[in-house]
């Protein structure tokens, strides 16, 4: 029988496969053997299952993740723990079609089923691109065993001709630029070269800085985990200290379940708020909570985040990159403010196994230009706007500072593009009927409309209307936009068209009101007219060719809700026992 050492005070998950000498336990630890591990590896410490989401094809999760597994295995051998690198489903934005939204469930219940059906006793997350941190987080939360978050860390600053380069952010500043005349193809593809100059993911306040933050937020990583540059030294320190941390976890029972209270989720939301965060962390973390059973609605993002002010002077709100961010200190900066406001739960756990306060209250702000004080704050009400409205009944949302304020109260006529590629075939038209006082609004572009969500929300400007020197204008869809992105624009519209909300039956001509200050959005026609184009409405998506779009379409929750499968809603357990052989 395999000794298990005292200090472990339960049986662990693990040795439902590996202790005794039954046929079965010698037939798993046999074949694990051939790897080279001696004996006593299988002595009863734990197994720790570091779930990498490494790709060369995910870009943002580059070969540095390879290292950063490397750093949490040392870690776990220096705890007492037996580390195992376990390959993850990778879903990257910036090459996955239609979009990496529609695999982000996909991901979740690929990371779920690959916790509960192998002998982990606890894991460590390791993720980068924006919707790998979700679907680690997700399918983590599902089974519940100990889970500590360790992100891949932004890239270095872009630079050109002397101009931080934000990615993405620029991407979309630029591509306007040349439409508008202002920039040459060529000097586009010479700033290329600056966007991404080293591994790691988007160095903007965008999707993956964002939910890096709020992975730290919610207590799921340890304090100053968000930040850290992907190529810095203390990004392989961090690493290595989660490994140590995940084995005690493991001795202690600290389950996501433990961490992931709501008094988290309200924290996180404050966060987002105070730094600019993307609009995607509202759909993300609304399926999280789903996945622990915790009800986090469109409500609480704006009773807890609408009031909390933007402090964090970040592309795309700002005017800095994640790599200053972290030189003036971090997150646990940012959050030690919003203690000091009254807008955080002090004493909410976290994976260090103590309240969150104890890990902020000394944090010191090293450039105030960055993290700025609160009668500089980008925006006093920074948190993510909930809008509702007879256009958006289920809610839509908006990132005010990313706005530009001459728009948060606009009335305009609707330019209506049915889908993408109705939009694509109009835009560039110099025929189009739409100035810079119109509301572009774009359909079937929803979870269920693309199918996944896809980043398309942003629309661009029509070439005519960038001419006269316009860089914005109202944009209304039920799609997502990239966090890296700008704008006076209303995304996750629910219901979305393509399940029969009120977006669906929007007509060029109709008049929209959008009144941020008071959370309105409204189709200005008749109720019995909206009423009696919705009764004339009819589905028009077609099943997709792809069997999991099929499935995605079909089980996909809305927006308002997470997006995740109606399927995978709550947490399940890890199974041990006879489910084990």
Not at 131 to 148: E, F, N, V
Not at 390 to 402: C, E, I, T
Request: proline share 6%; charged share 20%; net charge negative.
């Amino acid at each position: 029988m395999a000794f298990v050492p005292k200090e472990w005070p339960r049986r662990l998950r693990s040795q439902e496969w590996y202790a005794g000498t039954s046929r079965d336990t010698i037939y798993h630890r046999g074949w694990l053997k051939n790897q080279g591990y001696p004996n006593d590896l299988f002595d009863g410490r734990p197994i720790i299952g570091i779930l990498n989401t490494w790709s060369e094809l995910t870009p943002c999760n580059g070969i540095h993740m390879k290292e950063l597994a490397e750093k949490v295995k040392a870690g776990v051998w220096e705890a007492g723990g037996f580390p195992v690198e376990v390959p993850v489903f990778s879903a990257s934005e910036n090459t996955f079609r239609p979009t990496a939204m529609m695999f982000r469930n996909l991901a979740a219940l690929a990371v779920e089923e690959t916790i509960r059906g192998q002998p982990m006793d606890g894991c460590v997350l390791l993720v980068g691109c924006d919707k790998t941190t979700p679907s680690l987080m997700m399918g983590a939360a599902s089974c519940d065993l100990p889970s500590i978050v360790v992100t891949g860390g932004p890239m270095l600053n872009g630079y050109y001709r002397g101009e931080r380069v934000g990615s993405g952010t620029h991407l979309w500043k630029f591509s306007e630029a040349v439409k508008a005349g202002e920039m040459t193809a060529e000097e586009f593809l010479e700033a290329e070269a600056s966007m991404s100059r080293s591994t790691g993911t988007c160095n903007t306040m965008g999707t993956a800085s964002s939910m890096a933050s709020m992975a730290e937020a919610l207590g799921m990583a340890l304090s100053g985990n968000a930040a850290i540059p992907a190529v810095d030294s203390r990004r392989r320190v961090m690493a290595q200290l989660s490994g140590r941390r995940i084995v005690q976890m493991v001795k202690d029972d600290l389950k996501p379940s433990d961490i992931l209270t709501r008094q988290a989720f309200e924290n996180a939301i404050r966060t987002n708020g105070a730094i600019g965060g993307s609009t995607n962390a509202v759909v993300h973390m609304l399926a999280l909570a789903g996945r622990v059973g915790i009800d986090i609605t469109l409500d609480d993002w704006d009773r807890c985040g609408r009031d909390v002010a933007t402090i964090v002077n970040l592309m795309p709100s700002g005017k800095y990159l994640m790599e200053e961010f972290f030189y003036a200190g971090g997150l646990p900066v940012v959050l030690r403010r919003l203690g000091e406001a009254g807008q955080l739960h002090k004493d909410a756990l976290t994976v260090s196994g103590g309240p969150i306060w104890d890990e902020v209250r000394d944090a010191a702000n090293h450039n105030p230009d960055v993290i700025l004080p609160l009668d500089k704050a980008l925006t006093r009400q920074g948190g993510i706007a909930v809008l509702r409205g007879n256009l958006a009944p289920g809610g839509a949302v908006l990132k005010p500072s990313a706005a530009s304020p001459h728009l948060l109260v606009h009335r305009g006529r609707a330019v209506v593009f049915e889908d993408i590629d109705d939009y694509k075939r109009q835009i560039n038209d110099e025929a189009l009927d739409i100035d810079e006082t119109c509301v572009m609004v774009l359909k079937n572009c929803g979870p269920k409309g693309y199918p996944g969500m896809a980043e398309v929300g942003n629309m661009g400007l029509p070439p005519k209307v960038l001419r006269k020197g316009i860089t914005d204008m109202v944009r209304i869809s039920d799609a997502r936009m990239s966090g890296t992105a700008y704008g006076t624009v209303v995304l996750h519209t629910s219901p979305e068209a393509a399940a029969g909300g009120p977006l669906a039956v929007v007509r060029t001509g109709d008049m929209i009101e959008l009144d941020v200050p008071n959370l309105r959005l409204h189709l200005d026609i008749s109720e019995a007219e909206l009423a009696s184009r919705l009764a004339a409405w009819t589905p028009t998506h077609e099943r997709p060719a792809s069997g999991y779009a099929w499935l995605h379409q079909q089980h996909v929750t809305g927006a308002d809700t997470g997006a995740d499968l109606d399927f995978l809603k709550g947490c399940r357990g890890a199974p041990v026992g006879k489910d084990a052989h």
